[in-house]
C-alpha cells in the first residue's frame, strides 16, 4: 500500500478529527471545573459534540476489521463499546450530575495523546514525548475515568429509579425494547473486568515500546562508537 493511499488518507483525516475534537472538549472540560460549573453536560451544545465524537470512534473498529490499522479489534471493541455504553445510556440520565467530568477530562486527554501518537505515526514527524505518554499516561487516566464513568452511571440509575415508569433505551431517537437501567446495571458489572484487561493490554504495548526503545539506543550507541 502506498503512503497516499485513499485508506491512509481516510485514517489520517479521521485522526485529525479526533484530535480537534478531543481538545475541544478537554478545553470546556477544564473551562468548567475552573468556573465551578461542574455539570457540564448540561450545555447542549457540549452533550451534542461528545456524543457525535465518541461515536464515531466505532471506525476504529471498522479500520482494525477491514486491516488498515494496528489496533487489535478485541481491546478496540472493549475500549470503545464501553465508552460508549456510557455517553449513550448513562449521560442522557446525568445531564445535571457533576460526575461526568471526572469521565471526560481523563477521556479527553487521553484520545488527545493518543490521536496525537497516530498523526505523529503517520506523519513521521519523530515527536517521542507523545509515544512516551501514549504508554504511561493510562496508568493514572484510566483508573480515574473508570471512576467518573462508574458514579455518573450510578447517578443516572438513580435518576432513573425516580421515575414512575421504567424508560427503555432510547439510541438516537430510536427507542430499543430493552430497559435502561438493566444496561447501566450489566456496565457497572463489567466495566472492572474491562478495565483490567485494557490494563493488560497496554501494558503489554508499555513493555514492548521499551524493548524497541532499549534496542534502538543500543543500536544507536554501537554506531556512534
Do not use: C
Amino acid at each position: 500500500m502506498s503512503q497516499t493511499s485513499p485508506s491512509k488518507i481516510v485514517i489520517l483525516l479521521y485522526n485529525i478529527f479526533q484530535l480537534l475534537g478531543w481538545t475541544y472538549l478537554f478545553y470546556k472540560a477544564v473551562e468548567s471545573l475552573i468556573v465551578g460549573r461542574f455539570a457540564v453536560l448540561s450545555d447542549p451544545f457540549f452533550f451534542k459534540a461528545i456524543t457525535a465524537v465518541q461515536t464515531a470512534q466505532y471506525l476504529d473498529l471498522l479500520f482494525s476489521f477491514l486491516g488498515l490499522s494496528s489496533t487489535k479489534p478485541v481491546p478496540s471493541f472493549i475500549h470503545v463499546t464501553g465508552r460508549n455504553l456510557v455517553v449513550w445510556v448513562a449521560f442522557p440520565w446525568a445531564l445535571t450530575s457533576n460526575y461526568p467530568l471526572l469521565a471526560i477530562i481523563p477521556w479527553s486527554f487521553a484520545d488527545i495523546i493518543r490521536f496525537g501518537n497516530y498523526i505523529n505515526d503517520s506523519l513521521h514527524l519523530n515527536l517521542n514525548f507523545l509515544k512516551v505518554l501514549r504508554y504511561n499516561a493510562f496508568i493514572l487516566l484510566y483508573p480515574i475515568g473508570l471512576t467518573g464513568e462508574f458514579t455518573s452511571a450510578g447517578d443516572a440509575k438513580s435518576n432513573i429509579e425516580q421515575q414512575k415508569i421504567e424508560p427503555n433505551l432510547n439510541l438516537f431517537g430510536i427507542e430499543l425494547p430493552v430497559k435502561a437501567h438493566l444496561v447501566l446495571q450489566i456496565f457497572r458489572l463489567i466495566a472492572y473486568p474491562g478495565l483490567a484487561y485494557m490494563y493488560w493490554h497496554l501494558l503489554k504495548l508499555r513493555s514492548r515500546f521499551y524493548k524497541k526503545e532499549k534496542l534502538r539506543k543500543n543500536e544507536t550507541k554501537q554506531k556512534s562508537s
